[in-house]
Every structure is written in structure tokens, then in C-alpha cells.
């Protein structure tokens, strides 16, 4: 089918990013891309992220799992300010989350497509170039700009929806829109929250290579997966939460922890998270 | 999944492809049009403004004979008035500004915030009355009901950002609020003055002023800047407000320009249109424009275009069965969003008109 492998090297290749060593820690003394420290939040008096601390570093590819309901959602918001920490401190690129005002470096993908677009009419190509919107400003949309979109429907497969409305597509098509238009963004950090939900076991297999590629090229990614199996496959560490942060270390530690059993089973025993 | 592949969809094929050329003809002409019939309406406003001048009267008297042989040709009494094209010049600007408003204000589902701010503005207006009535000074009414309906404006977006309940709760409170106040000043007033406030209610070709045409010239250039200058961010907090918070775009800023603007443009379409059928230019061409449209930035043209299409419609109807204005331009406007209805074979694209 050839979605997802297209000019993937035109995708990240204009920022300068950092770049990982082979163990998929940080190789230089690059700021991490994400801190969290001591982060609660709380949906009026239930709480939905209590305690949470830890640390992305760039160039990381962290997958956040946990049971339904268990915060991971809440959790990736707090990262990109969405939501302010009730208690706590976030801090994002190494600046507090409030002073950052550089859209251009997150790509975000939103579960299930949480956007009003249902009886808008907005073409797949408009949509995508809205992922250019952080880099122009009030700008006008150049020629890099164009090709930047260009690219990304390329990357995914939807360069023959261009001019579709997004209201006429599937679920799986709209998804795949949203995710160019992350790609197009050209971002240090990709933020995805169960982002192939509709999406067919190919593309999806490919969206998930592309990931690995895209990673190794430098870009932080943090993903929210239902699939437990596609986590321990691709992602470097783990963080695993159900409102309290059961796990965060690398892959492999969490795969012979019993965080997963842990969170998921609600024995009601607390079992405190440790950094490696 | 099955029917999810990359090339499932209809292809871009190259027989549609002259269509979509036409198509875009067409758009470009209707507002190439538009542009046109704006920049002269404004011409006319400036024209009347500075006929005083040396070459602003020949042009001016210009104008005048134009509109006598207009009213030759129509057999009518009604272009060679200077006043009539006042009227017209404003609603020819309300054509143009209130559907590029709305459409932003629809696809965010907030089409009674316009309606809203009317009833404010309203209660604006019946101040200026009595507040001219009282102090025996001379504010222009529309300048007083402008700084109420913006304050209005700021209010509904302080309250609905603040309070829990749904979107819409407090923009019903708003409404029937501000125009409760109206009513009891307008009660209070009558004893002072004989207040003649039916015409903002109903919508008047006579109650458009010299300063209320004026007023909308000056106004409408304003709005189509703003959004011409921040159409992509509208766009982008209108179609998907989560992901634009993330790209870091303002967008309470921009919800407050939003609602701002439409406070703008209520306050000046409300004296053709009156209050209660002021709120039908920003949502009835965006429906319509949204029914047949095949990408946001066509929505905005073709309701521009229908927009313009409603209002000269209207005057028409107005003009030749001596009909009010705002009531005839919103028939037309309807009679317009039926006809998008039929040619796309009478499947509705439900727009929520809640909130």
C-alpha cells in the first residue's frame, strides 16, 4: 500500500533536533523535553492524577499505559498545558509550562478526534495546513509551508482525500488527517493520544514504523496505546499509571515489573513508583 | 476496515476537474461583484461626506443624476433620495461583514451569541434615549448602543468561560436579561420623551442616518481587516479549539474578538434589519453557503455572496411592495438557504444552532 513511507527524511529534517545514542537514553546534555514534578490534578473532588513525577528526555519515546479512566489522558494534558496542576510543577522544553509560547515545536493528535468539525466543511488539505498555523502566525502560508503539507498527506497515505471534506471520510481516513497534520507541524515533540483508533491493522503497522523513524531521527514522542503490545515494542520507557504512577523506567523493566497487573488488577495496595 | 485504504476514496479524477474550474469562476466573479458594490456604497458614504469640496461635488452630483436616471428607468422614487442610498449603502456593508462573521460564529455553534448581543445593543440604543433625554446632550445613539454591545459582548464570553453550566444557559440569561432592561428604560423613558423605538425593533430604511451610514462604512472596514488578518487563526480555534490551545494560539483572545466583532456588526445592522432579525444575516448565508460548500474558504465566499444576494433581494422586495427592510432581506436570505437545501438533494448538514 505504501502509506506512511514516503519522504519521511523531508519530514524531520529542517529543525535541528537533538540526537539519540544507541541505548535510547539522552546522548548529550540536552534539556529534558518534559518534567513533571509532584503533579496532582483533580476533576472538582475526583482525582485524576495524583503525585506524578517524572521526566521525558528529548529525543525519548515514552508509552503511557494504564487502564480506562486511569488518568493517562489527564496526564498527557497536564504535559502540554491543556490543564494547569492543581499542585505540582510542570515544565516543558525546560521552561515552566505557562511561558511556553512556542506551538511550533508540539504536533498533537487528540483521542478520537475531540474537534467540533462535524458539519463543518473543511477540506483534508485545510486541515492538514493547520498544522503549519504556529509556524506563519498572521503570516501568510508560504512555499515551504505548502510542501511541509504536501509532504505529510504523502507520509500518510491521503494525498487523494486532499480535497474531500473531512466530514465525508471514515473514522480511520479523518484520523489519518489529524496525524498528517501533526507531522506537518514538523515538531520536536509528538504528543498522541491513541492516535490510530479506526485506523486499519496496515496503516496502522506503517503509522507505527513511521513512528520508530521519526524517533530516531530525534523527535520525543509520547503515546497513549491501548495495546500494551505495541508499547513494549516500540517505546524506550514506560510509564504506567493508574492516577498514581505505578511504573516509569525503561521497556524491558516494566515488562518483568508487576506494575501492569499492579494497576490494572485495583488490589487496592499502593505500590510506589521508583526512578531507575 | 476494509473500506479504509488510501485510495478508497473518490479520486481526484480529471473529468471533475472543469467543474471545479467553473466553480471557482463563478465564486471569484460573485466576489469580485461584492468588492465592487462595497467599495461604491463606501465611495457614496465619503462622497456625501465631502460633497462640499471641489472635486467631491462634481463626483457627488454625479451620483445624484445616477440616481435620477435610475429612478427613470424603474419608474420608482426611491434612488434619486441621498437618503435611500444611505439605507442601501449600509445594507449592501451588512451583506458583507455580518455573513464573514458568521460564519466563524455558526461552525463554532454559537449562533445565538448574535441575537444576544442585539438584545444588548437594543438596551444600548433605549440608553442613549433616555440618557439624551435627561441630559439634554446629543450622543449618537448607535455610538452609545456600539460601547454597550461590545461590553455586552465581553460579558456573555466572561460568563460562559466562567460559570458551569451549558454553553447556551448563560447566553439565554444574556438575552432575555439585557432586553428586560431595555423595555423597563424604554417604560421609564416614554414619560420623558417620545421615544420612537419601533424602528429599532423592526428594522427601518428611514431610520439610517447620515452617522449611522457612516458609522457602518467605518465599521465594516475594520471587521474585514481583523479577519482577514486572523482568518487562519478563526479557522483553527473554530474547527479543532483543542489543538490550537496546544499550538499555543490565544484562544480566549481570539473568542473575544470573535464576540467583539459581532457585537460590531449587530450594532451596525440593527438599524435596517432591527434587533430581533438581526441575527438571521449571521447565521442564515453561512447555512446555506454550508450546505453546498466543498472547503471552508468557499463556505466564506459563497456566503458573502449570499449574504449580498439577500440584501439586495430584500431591498427589492422592500422597495417595490413597500415592505419593511429587515423582514424582507431574511425571506429572501431563507428563500436562498431553501434553494442550497434542494440542489443538494435535501440532505440538511445538520449545523447545531445551540449555544
Not at chain 1, 520525543?220 to 493508574?242: F, P, Q
Amino acid at each position: 500500500m505504501g502509506a506512511f513511507d514516503a519522504h519521511i527524511d523531508r519530514v524531520v529534517d529542517s529543525n535541528g533536533r537533538a540526537k539519540r545514542s544507541e541505548d535510547g537514553t539522552s546522548a548529550h546534555t540536552v534539556d529534558p523535553a518534559i518534567e513533571l514534578e509532584d503533579v496532582t490534578f483533580a476533576y472538582g473532588d475526583t482525582p485524576a492524577v495524583r503525585d506524578v513525577s517524572l521526566t521525558v528526555e528529548a529525543g525519548d519515546f515514552l508509552g503511557l499505559v494504564g487502564p480506562n479512566g486511569s488518568g493517562k489522558t489527564t496526564l498527557l494534558h497536564l504535559m502540554l498545558g491543556l490543564h494547569a496542576p492543581d499542585e505540582g510543577t510542570v515544565r516543558l522544553f525546560d521552561r515552566p509550562i505557562d511561558e511556553v509560547d512556542d506551538g511550533s515545536r508540539i504536533g498533537y493528535v487528540s483521542q478520537q478526534a475531540t474537534n467540533r468539525g462535524g458539519a463543518m466543511p473543511v477540506t483534508v488539505r485545510e486541515c492538514v495546513t493547520m498544522g503549519r498555523f504556529a509556524h506563519v502566525g498572521h503570516g501568510r502560508l508560504g512555499g515551504e509551508d505548502r510542501e511541509a503539507v504536501a509532504t505529510a498527506m504523502e507520509t500518510v497515505g491521503i494525498v487523494d482525500l486532499a480535497d474531500r471534506l473531512m466530514n465525508e471520510l471514515s473514522g480511520g481516513q479523518r484520523q489519518r488527517a489529524y496525524i498528517a497534520r501533526a507531522l506537518a507541524s514538523e515538531a520536536d515533540l509528538l504528543a498522541l493520544d491513541e492516535p490510530t483508533v479506526g485506523v486499519d491493522a496496515e496503516s496502522r503497522d506503517a503509522f507505527y514504523a513511521l513512528l520508530d523513524r521519526l524517533n530516531d531521527d530525534g523527535i520525543t514522542i509520547v503515546l497513549i496505546e491501548h495495546d500494551i503490545g505495541v508499547v513494549t515494542d516500540r517505546a524506550d520507557h514506560v510509564a504506567c499509571i493508574n492516577t498514581e504512577l505505578y511504573h516509569h523506567g525503561d521497556t524491558e523493566s516494566f515488562v518483568e515489573s508487576d506494575a501492569l497487573a499492579d494497576a490494572y488488577g485495583a488490589t487496592g495496595q499502593v505500590v510506589h513508583h521508583h526512578h531507575p | 476496515m476494509s473500506g479504509d485504504g488510501p485510495n478508497s476514496g473518490k479520486p481526484t479524477t480529471p473529468e471533475n476537474a472543469p467543474a471545479r474550474g467553473r466553480r471557482r469562476t463563478v465564486e471569484l466573479a460573485g466576489m469580485a461583484a461584492t468588492t465592487a458594490l462595497s467599495a461604491a456604497m463606501i465611495g457614496f458614504v465619503l462622497l456625501y461626506w465631502a460633497q462640499d469640496l471641489p472635486v467631491a461635488s462634481d463626483l457627488y452630483a454625479g451620483f445624484r443624476a445616477l440616481g435620477r436616471s435610475m429612478d427613470a428607468a424603474f419608474g420608482t422614487n426611491v434612488f434619486r433620495h441621498p437618503f435611500m442610498w444611505q439605507s442601501m449603502a449600509t445594507g449592501v456593508l451588512i451583506g458583507v461583514v455580518a455573513p464573514l462573521v458568521g460564519t466563524f460564529l455558526v461552525h463554532r455553534e454559537m449562533a445565538l451569541i448574535g441575537e444576544t448581543l442585539a438584545h444588548t445593543a437594543f438596551a444600548g440604543v433605549a440608553f442613549g434615549f433616555l440618557l439624551n433625554a435627561v441630559t439634554g446632550w446629543d450622543a449618537p445613539l448607535l455610538l452609545v448602543a456600539l460601547v454597550v454591545g461590545i461590553v455586552g459582548a465581553i460579558g456573555v464570553q466572561w460568563l460562559t468561560e466562567r460559570t458551569d453550566a451549558y454553553g447556551d444557559v448563560p447566553i439565554a440569561i444574556m438575552l432575555s436579561g439585557s432586553f428586560a432592561v431595555g423595555t423597563l428604560i424604554v417604560s421609564y423613558g416614554r414619560g420623558l420623551t417620545g421615544i420612537a423605538i419601533e424602528g429599532y425593533l423592526f428594522g427601518n430604511l428611514g431610520v439610517v442616518t447620515v452617522e449611522g451610514a457612516r458609522l457602518m462604512a467605518g465599521l465594516s472596514v475594520v471587521v474585514v481587516v481583523a479577519v482577514a488578518a486572523t482568518y487562519k487563526q478563526l479557522l483553527f480555534i473554530t474547527f479543532d479549539e483543542q489543538a490550537a490551545r496546544v499550538a499555543r494560539l490565544n484562544v480566549t483572545g481570539y473568542n473575544t474578538l470573535l464576540v467583539v466583532l459581532t457585537a460590531v456588526v449587530v450594532v451596525g445592522a440593527m438599524q435596517v434589519l432591527g434587533v430581533i432579525l438581526v441575527a438571521a444575516m449571521l447565521v442564515v448565508p453561512v447555512a446555506a453557503a454550508s450546505q453546498i460548500a466543498r472547503s471552508f474558504r468557499e463556505t466564506t465566499y459563497l456566503s458573502v455572496i449570499f449574504g449580498q444576494l439577500s440584501v439586495i433581494g430584500g431591498f427589492a422586495l422592500a422597495i417595490g411592495g413597500e415592505l419593511p427592510s429587515g423582514g424582507s432581506i431574511v425571506v429572501v436570505a431563507i428563500a436562498i438557504y431553501l434553494l442550497t437545501v434542494a440542489a443538494s438533494g435535501f440532505s440538511v448538514r445538520a449545523i447545531s444552532a445551540h449555544g
